[in-house]
């Protein structure tokens, strides 16, 4: 009997060893998304797809119990035909950090990262990842600013961000221990891994001290050069909004009224950034406007982008935020599933022209996730309709890899 349960543990082991260089085998020869010219590629073939949002992966799986509403979100997504994902790889000081100071890093969390990853490639998941937020949620510009301070940095505002040395290099310290990062389940580095699409700079930078989108275009330059020295595999972004600025000042007639401090032209005219991005939130932006109101600007915003990104930037676009929120008066389930589907009919339409890969509904989430609920949040086993109507849009989109 001991020999016979030497031999079937032998035999697992080789299983297992031979399950794992299959792995290995194949993320390998799935390579990296690029670009070339307005389209994304993968192997030499045009890559489309539809996505989602999941910014609160890596805090959940940090907890070994809750790991399972990850695994749950991949393979409902899965099931839906999503492939790409964005999330977010910063958590910075305050509760369950992954950057608890300067430096200073919690591999407990940083093991949830991992299991993320692992997680989407097990799935076929692409990932695009956040390494810094704009605001003060989970750390982002102003956690550095306030660590600056506190170590001696003479700063006026979380503006200072973008400018001061000591900032900045707080930065690109995180952004080197997180492209470097050897994943402990995969044992590939986050560099060289093909499961991650992306890297994106910061979500949502804005500049609130010079509306002209300089300052940060001077920030973008620097960052996105010091990226590209670390890994050259892997694609970059920004992470914006897509306003307007100085560069073509007859645009701005197009920004929903107001200026952040962005420039959608000449932020990601930077040789380094690989393709643009816009969000677009019409019912916050426009509060108080009728819907046909919001969907006529919502097409208003994307045809210019669009257009602008296949003509003048000449890098592919991602629609990678928008959605609705219940929180909204008169919301209901199908009033959600019908702006998707708007807003759904125009990516497709615009993808089948190739300046667009797609879109990531923003957001999902398992059951049980009361507490991250921010009235955008999509759970698809609880809502079958929207779920058909996401699906429904990859159905549409993966044949266009094929054209």
Same mark, same amino acid.
């Given at each position: 009997? #001991?020999?016979?349960?030497?031999?079937?543990?032998?035999?697992?082991?080789?299983?297992?060893?031979?399950? #794992?260089?299959?792995?290995?085998?194949?993320? $390998?020869?799935?390579? %990296?998304?690029?670009?070339?010219? !307005?389209?994304?590629?993968?192997?030499?073939?045009? %890559?489309?797809?539809?996505?989602?949002?999941?910014?609160?992966?890596?805090?959940?799986? #940090?907890?070994?119990?809750?790991?399972?509403?990850?695994?749950?979100?991949?393979?409902?997504?899965? #099931?839906?035909?999503?492939?790409?994902?964005?999330?977010?790889?910063?958590?910075?000081?305050?509760?369950?950090?992954?950057?608890?100071?300067?430096?200073?890093?919690?591999?407990?969390? =940083?093991?949830?990262?991992?299991?993320?990853?692992?997680?989407?490639?097990?799935?076929?998941?692409?990932?695009?990842?956040?390494?810094?937020?704009?605001?003060?949620?989970?750390?982002? @510009?102003?956690?550095?600013?306030?660590?600056?301070?506190?170590?001696?940095?003479?700063?006026?505002?979380?503006?200072?961000?973008?400018?001061?040395?000591?900032?900045?290099?707080?930065?690109?310290?995180?952004?080197?221990?997180?492209?470097?990062?050897?994943?402990?389940?995969? @044992?590939?580095?986050?560099?060289?891994?093909?499961?991650?699409?992306?890297?994106?700079?910061?979500?949502?930078?804005?500049?609130?001290?010079?509306?002209? *989108?300089?300052?940060?275009?001077?920030?973008?330059?620097?960052?996105?050069?010091?990226?590209?020295?670390?890994?050259?595999?892997? /694609?970059?972004?920004?992470?914006?909004? *897509?306003?307007?600025?100085?560069?073509?000042?007859?645009?701005?007639?197009?920004?929903?009224?107001?200026?952040?401090?962005?420039? =959608?032209?000449?932020?990601? /005219?930077?040789?380094?950034?690989?393709?643009?991005?816009?969000?677009?939130?019409?019912?916050?932006?426009?509060?108080?406007?009728?819907?046909?109101?919001?969907?006529?600007?919502?097409?208003?915003?994307?045809?210019?982008?669009?257009?602008?990104?296949?003509?003048?930037?000449?890098?592919?676009?991602?629609?990678?935020?928008?959605?609705?929120?219940?929180?909204?008066?008169?919301?209901?389930?199908?009033?959600?599933?019908?702006?998707?589907?708007?807003?759904? !009919?125009?990516?497709?339409?615009?993808?089948?022209?190739? *300046?667009?890969?797609?879109?990531?509904?923003? $957001?999902?989430?398992?059951?049980?996730?009361?507490?991250?609920?921010?009235?955008?949040?999509?759970?698809?086993? $609880?809502?079958?309709? !929207?779920?058909?109507?996401?699906?429904?849009?990859?159905?549409?989109?993966?044949? /266009?890899?094929?054209?």
């Amino acid at each position: 009997m #001991a020999c016979f349960s030497r031999i079937i543990s032998f035999s697992l082991l080789f299983l297992l060893i031979a399950l #794992a260089c299959e792995a290995r085998v194949l993320l $390998q020869s799935s390579g %990296f998304v690029q670009t070339r010219n !307005t389209q994304f590629i993968l192997n030499g073939s045009p %890559f489309f797809f539809n996505g989602f949002n999941s910014y609160w992966m890596m805090n959940v799986a #940090a907890d070994l119990s809750q790991r399972s509403k990850v695994s749950d979100v991949f393979s409902q997504a899965t #099931a839906a035909r999503l492939s790409v994902c964005r999330t977010w790889a910063f958590n910075d000081g305050g509760t369950q950090a992954l950057q608890i100071s300067p430096g200073v890093y919690d591999e407990r969390v =940083f093991q949830g990262l991992d299991f993320v990853i692992s997680e989407a490639r097990k799935n076929g998941v692409r990932l695009i990842l956040s390494l810094s937020n704009n605001y003060k949620d989970f750390g982002g @510009r102003p956690q550095y600013v306030s660590w600056a301070r506190n170590a001696g940095a003479p700063l006026n505002s979380d503006d200072d961000f973008y400018t001061n040395e000591v900032v900045k290099g707080y930065y690109k310290n995180h952004v080197k221990r997180v492209l470097t990062r050897i994943n402990t389940i995969t @044992r590939v580095a986050y560099k060289d891994d093909p499961t991650i699409m992306a890297w994106e700079l910061i979500n949502e930078p804005r500049c609130q001290v010079d509306y002209s *989108g300089k300052t940060l275009n001077g920030w973008i330059q620097e960052m996105a050069s010091f990226v590209k020295s670390i890994d050259s595999n892997h /694609l970059l972004t920004v992470g914006m909004e *897509g306003f307007y600025g100085d560069s073509m000042p007859e645009k701005k007639g197009i920004n929903p009224g107001y200026q952040v401090g962005t420039d =959608f032209i000449s932020n990601h /005219l930077i040789k380094e950034i690989d393709f643009t991005t816009i969000h677009a939130y019409p019912d916050i932006w426009l509060s108080g406007k009728d819907d046909s109101s919001q969907m006529a600007f919502m097409l208003r915003w994307m045809t210019s982008h669009l257009t602008d990104s296949e003509t003048i930037i000449k890098k592919p676009m991602v629609f990678s935020e928008f959605g609705k929120s219940s929180k909204d008066p008169g919301y209901s389930p199908s009033a959600r599933d019908s702006f998707l589907n708007a807003v759904y !009919t125009n990516i497709y339409n615009f993808a089948r022209s190739g *300046g667009i890969g797609g879109g990531l509904v923003w $957001q999902l989430m398992a059951e049980g996730m009361q507490s991250y609920d921010d009235g955008y949040e999509i759970v698809l086993s $609880q809502n079958p309709s !929207t779920s058909s109507v996401i699906t429904q849009q990859s159905n549409k989109m993966a044949p /266009l890899d094929r054209v």
